[in-house]
């Protein structure tokens, strides 16, 4: 084999304007286009890390946002603004939250409202930029659990007949009596990946390799191809079942490349067969190398069926390596794309100043930073979660490394992301190596970018606006008129004219959430009572593409929550259940609605708007449907009476076959002719569920009924001796003010709440203590730091309601509720000469709880059973690297998970994994 000397590399910086040796002409043409290219596609990347890798229906999700520009992951400067949206397993966005971003980076949370139903969610971020090129939005799956039933949607749960197997000769095909590396890809009936072995046979049935895969699905095996043979896999799956595949077809004459990746160079091989090599004989070929931003070429003449040589990884930052051989007329011939681990990461050291505490025991965690063996300072974020509460292997978390490095820049769904990054062992980067075969994904093809002409469209949002239209009574624009914007509270005043449609923008405004606006029409008395103002979106949310993975995940999901019972065919019940009551089709003839008809014969069940309930149950029935989990909120009357077979009233033990979603009772409905021309979906009027949660509209609130509001109380709502509602801060400019004289015996004294003539004993002396303060299940809130805009319900607790939070509730208790979403429009969405309206603005995260057990205080009485002990979104270390937390461990035992996450100044990413005991 003929060996290409190394200097006939030479490394260009495709962003920047530096020059490059002339060569072949046609290769010069693609660089030339290639650095066009990444000129004007600079692609933007956000990754989020959150505190816990599921939740529970209640909590909190508490993340922090790292935005990068460009191939090398540098800090990103483009904008200042990111969305963030939690999508529900419907492809609905049911919240949505505007951050600042500041430095490359922003942190939030996400309320989840304890009436939220199980699923697979999805949280999406992006910038305005990135919808230049979609496929960099940030779209993560997170389970979701409670107690309300399974929200599954319109989840597309069906599944291949049999199991698959792919197969990818490296360097793109198969050639006559060249050895061929072969990656193979079995994917299971779920479309992920499924352990399988096999051989290989020739069309004589001779054997010539055999093959095992490591448990997703993936390896390689080597076979050498004869000429005029084909060739097959014969494969067992691990789920019992077989095939017989063929591979690709084994072209006559080619060149390919090989690849071996080792500890300190990426050895390149290009080999051909001996009639390739007669019919190119002294034919230039080229080799681009490319990584990151960088692009190295290689041209040498074709003189020997196997030439090779060795490239130095330390040249390229770590992340995938594309590898591509182009003829002596620029066309491309054979391509391997490589990931390469260098010591250019963010190195961390997570340690404690003890390895063993006690429970409520003050910790203390050491960090270090470093780059290139050299103290670096880091912008990073820590979790601590307790893994008897929140178990979780590291294999499968989405990291910063994972995310940036691999699961960004390779096609289709990454399993177990992080298992490649873990630990640096021989077998895992075999792994890794079988992924970049299998999954290797291309951001540009050769062939494309040499006739692309597409350019960015979207600019990068530096702030925020708003934006209106004005017409006159008649609907006809208004044009070249004079708009003021005014803010309620303060009263600062921006103008802007109509345009000659009639429409403003206002531009460079930046606001919190929930700031109250008001627009003006200006001119004659006239002219102002006949204007008529109308607030638009200044842009568009990106539409919300389904995800079948999303969709495997929830249905894996649901027979979870179920635990794995079969929910079972149309017209049987899962395992031994009988029904408590039946209804056949002759009880239900005589009515026009299903309703109606089961209302009148269903013992114990009661219906709200539509929506079914046992008697003495605050939360609604599971509903069934021809064998599948239809969820609570169903619009039974879609049902046809002449349809139903029969219904089934499952309570109690019965209705533990569908487990925890069964605790509110269960409706099996079993149809005639099939439900699936009927239009099931949730009701959208019934205001009880968290995608339909209660929203301040044209200054009224709807409420189904006195217990059907949102609430972060523990008990739930309906457990409070008074609850006031969003109308009542309409108009406040503090909650404070607000709260001052409606909350029955409660004064505020200096921001204080206390109840009463309520006297408690505390430490030998007496005194009134202050109200114990909850603000979306988090205690220790302050009400002077909340936006009373940004609140749905207050409530006061007091006695009996008080006891569920223990000595901490001796005091009374308010639990403040904030809205889970704020619409760009609360107010009327028009209004004849002015109109006043609260705007989607900025959203203020909220500080994460974390109790001190070093004093006095009413902590100290109440239950800390928490799964996150401790989040700081903002840890920035000092010159030497170093940086400091501490917290206080729960009640909890166990083994505790420290998680810690950031950036360099230059984009070096880093991740680590500590863990500590407490007896």
Request: proline share 4%.
């Amino acid at each position: 084999m003929r060996k290409i000397g190394f200097f006939a590399i030479l490394f260009v910086i495709v962003c920047n304007s530096v020059s490059f040796s002339q060569g072949n002409p046609a290769l010069q043409n693609i660089v030339t286009k290639l650095k066009a290219y990444s000129a004007s596609h600079i692609a933007e990347k956000a990754y989020l890390q959150f505190d816990k890798p599921y939740y529970t229906a209640g909590d909190t999700m508490y993340f922090k946002a790292y935005m990068t520009i460009g191939e090398r992951h540098e800090l990103s400067k483009t904008g200042s603004i990111l969305h963030v949206d939690l999508i529900d397993p419907s492809n609905i966005i049911v919240n949505n939250i505007i951050l600042h971003v500041n430095n490359s980076m922003a942190w939030g949370d996400l309320s989840l409202p304890d009436t939220l139903k199980a699923g697979a969610y999805r949280i999406r971020a992006y910038t305005r930029y990135m919808q230049n090129e979609p496929r960099y939005f940030f779209d993560k799956t997170i389970a979701i659990s409670s107690s309300h039933g399974i929200n599954s949607g319109e989840v597309d749960t069906r599944q291949a007949v049999n199991p698959d197997m792919q197969f990818f000769p490296e360097g793109g095909e198969l050639v006559t009596s060249v050895i061929s590396k072969v990656a193979f890809k079995a994917i299971g009936t779920n479309g992920m990946g499924m352990k399988a072995k096999g051989t290989i046979v020739d069309n004589a049935n001779l054997q010539v390799a055999t093959f095992s895969s490591n448990d997703l699905g993936m390896g390689f095996f080597y076979i050498q191809p004869e000429a005029g043979k084909t060739y097959k896999a014969k494969i067992a799956f691990a789920n019992g079942t077989q095939s017989t595949i063929a591979l690709p077809v084994v072209a006559d004459k080619g060149i390919v490349l090989h690849v071996t990746d080792t500890t300190d160079k990426v050895g390149i091989e290009i080999v051909c067969n001996k009639a390739y090599l007669q019919e190119n004989m002294n034919k230039d070929i080229n080799l681009l190398i490319y990584s990151n931003g960088l692009l190295s070429q290689v041209t040498t003449k074709l003189d020997n069926k196997e030439m090779g040589m060795d490239l130095p990884k330390a040249k390229f930052p770590s992340g995938v390596l594309r590898i591509t051989l182009f003829s002596q007329d620029g066309e491309p011939l054979s391509e391997r794309l490589v990931f390469l681990k260098n010591q250019d990461m963010l190195n961390l050291s997570v340690s404690s100043d003890k390895p063993l505490y006690k429970t409520r025991e003050k910790v203390t965690v050491n960090l270090f930073s470093k780059s290139k063996g050299v103290a670096a300072g880091g912008f990073l974020s820590a979790a601590v979660v307790d893994e008897s509460k929140v178990p979780y292997r590291d294999d499968d978390e989405t990291t910063i490394l994972s995310y940036l490095l691999l699961s960004s820049e390779l096609k289709g769904y990454i399993e177990k992301p992080n298992y490649y990054f873990v630990e640096n062992t021989a077998r895992r980067d075999k792994d890794l190596d079988a992924l970049m075969l299998t999954q290797g994904y291309r951001r540009f093809d050769w062939k494309q970018l040499a006739t692309d002409t597409t350019h960015y469209t979207y600019a990068p949002e530096k702030s925020l606006s708003i934006s209106g239209i004005e017409k006159n009574s008649a609907g006809a624009p208004m044009a070249n008129k004079d708009v003021m914007l005014l803010t309620t509270k303060t009263g600062n005043m921006l103008g802007e004219k109509t345009d000659k449609s009639g429409a403003f923008r206002f531009d460079n405004i930046d606001f919190e959430e929930g700031t109250q606006f008001a627009l003006q029409a200006t001119g004659s008395s006239k002219d102002k009572n006949s204007s008529v103002i109308a607030l638009v979106k200044s842009s568009p949310e990106p539409p919300v593409e389904a995800d079948p993975l999303t969709d495997q995940y929830t249905a894996q999901l649901m027979k979870t929550f179920i635990h794995g019972q079969k929910i079972g065919e149309p017209g049987k019940l899962p395992g031994n259940v009988s029904a408590d009551q039946e209804l056949g089709s002759a009880d239900l003839n005589g009515s026009t609605t299903l309703t109606a008809a089961l209302a009148g014969h269903l013992n114990g069940v009661t219906f709200n708007s539509g929506i079914p309930y046992l008697k003495g149950n605050k939360y609604p029935m599971l509903i069934v449907v021809d064998g599948k989990i239809r969820g609570s909120l169903v619009k039974l009357d879609n049902l046809s009476t002449q349809n139903i077979s029969k219904v089934q009233l499952l309570k109690g033990k019965n209705a533990d076959a569908y487990g925890i979603n069964g605790s509110s009772g269960v409706l099996v409905i079993n149809t005639v002719g099939g439900s699936s021309g009927a239009d099931l979906n949730a009701q959208n009027d019934y205001k009880y569920e968290a995608q339909n949660a209660v929203k301040v509209k044209n200054n009224d609130v709807h409420r189904a009924d006195d217990d059907h509001y949102r609430s972060s109380n523990l008990a739930g709502p309906g457990h409070a001796d008074q609850v006031l509602h969003a109308d009542a801060f309409e108009n406040a400019t503090s909650l404070i003010t607000a709260l001052n004289g409606r909350l029955r015996g409660v004064d505020f004294e200096n921001g204080v709440a206390t109840l009463r003539g309520n006297a408690v004993v505390s430490g030998g002396g007496g005194g009134v203590q202050p109200m114990y303060i909850v603000v979306d299940g988090v205690p220790g809130g302050s009400l002077e730091n909340i936006n009373p805009h940004n609140v749905e319900t207050v409530e006061v607790l007091k006695g009996a309601n008080a006891s569920i939070y223990g000595v901490a509730g001796g005091p009374g208790v308010i639990v403040i509720t904030t809205r889970q979403q704020s619409d760009d429009i609360t107010a009327v969405s028009s209004s004849i000469g002015s109109l006043r309206f609260r705007a989607h603005g900025f959203y203020k995260a909220r500080e994460f709880y974390s109790p001190k057990y070093d004093v006095s205080s009413a902590a100290a009485n109440v239950p800390d059973q928490r799964s996150t002990l401790y989040w700081n979104p903002n840890i920035v270390t000092d010159s030497n690297g170093s940086a400091t937390f501490q917290f206080y461990n729960p009640d909890g035992r166990g083994s505790k998970r420290v998680i810690v996450e950031g950036v360099d100044a230059n984009g070096n990413v880093g991740w680590q994994v500590y863990r500590y005991n407490v007896e």
